[in-house]
């Protein structure tokens, strides 16, 4: 793969790149009403929302949801979202962000906490695969956090130094998984969080993607 020079971006996908509030939401809500909990909002949701995923349960239901509820909800929020998940797109900009960061001689990759075998053809169905590295979704099962998946991540690429990587992303899961690492991050407002959570971070916290890429580039210089 040989050894990339200019500074590297690792992408989040879901509520970064990827626009599906509406679909997580969604699936959100179909899970709780397994337990017989209320629909949150989306304002709600973005004040609430952690990783570990059965520690945001735990906010809303006063407990940790047990081994048996757990599984439910986790299938029924998958079966909702990959239903609903096509009516979502990509995050306004972000194709013509991805190619400018290519054509500027820098690199970039993708990671994801959604399942690897779901997250492939999505990316490659939208037509910004060719933009990237490498494309890794989660394998194994979900709850967990991004940290060691970004150690493996990284070990992957080639020539990629973590003091010049930085990790754009719309959790605060990703600001500690940059930092486990030894790389930096930047928090973009768009997605799971509320910019006040996402703050906590101590990262740079954007607006826009287009606020990201060029304050990961001044970060990575």
């Not at 006063?62 to 998940?85: C, I, K, N, Q």
């Not at 930047?186 to 799971?192: C, F, I, M, N, R």
Request: with cysteine.
């Amino acid at each position: 793969m040989g050894t990339h020079a200019g500074a590297h971006i690792v992408w989040d996908w879901n509520g970064t790149l990827f626009h599906d509030n509406d679909a997580i939401i969604g699936a959100t809500n179909a899970a709780f009403a397994e337990l017989g909990l209320a629909p949150i909002t989306l304002e709600q949701y973005r004040a609430l929302y952690c990783v570990p995923v059965p520690r945001f349960y735990e906010r809303l239901l006063g407990r940790l949801p047990t081994d048996a509820e757990w599984e439910l909800m986790d299938g029924v929020f998958h079966r909702y979202y990959t239903e609903h998940r096509v009516r979502c797109a990509l995050t306004e900009g972000a194709a013509e962000l991805l190619a400018g960061w290519r054509t500027g001689g820098n690199s970039q990759s993708l990671l994801s906490m959604y399942g690897h075998e779901d997250l492939v053809p999505l990316v490659r169905g939208l037509g910004i695969e060719a933009h990237f590295l490498r494309v890794d979704g989660r394998r194994g099962p979900s709850g967990g956090s991004k940290a060691e998946h970004m150690v493996r991540h990284l070990e992957a690429l080639t020539g990629v130094r973590a003091a010049r990587t930085v990790v754009i992303g719309d959790a605060a899961d990703d600001a500690v998984a940059a930092r486990h690492v030894g790389a930096r991050a930047v928090l973009y407002t768009g997605g799971s969080h509320s910019r006040a959570s996402l703050e906590e971070a101590g990262v740079p916290v954007v607006d826009t993607l287009a606020e990201a890429v060029a304050e990961a580039q001044r970060m990575a210089a």
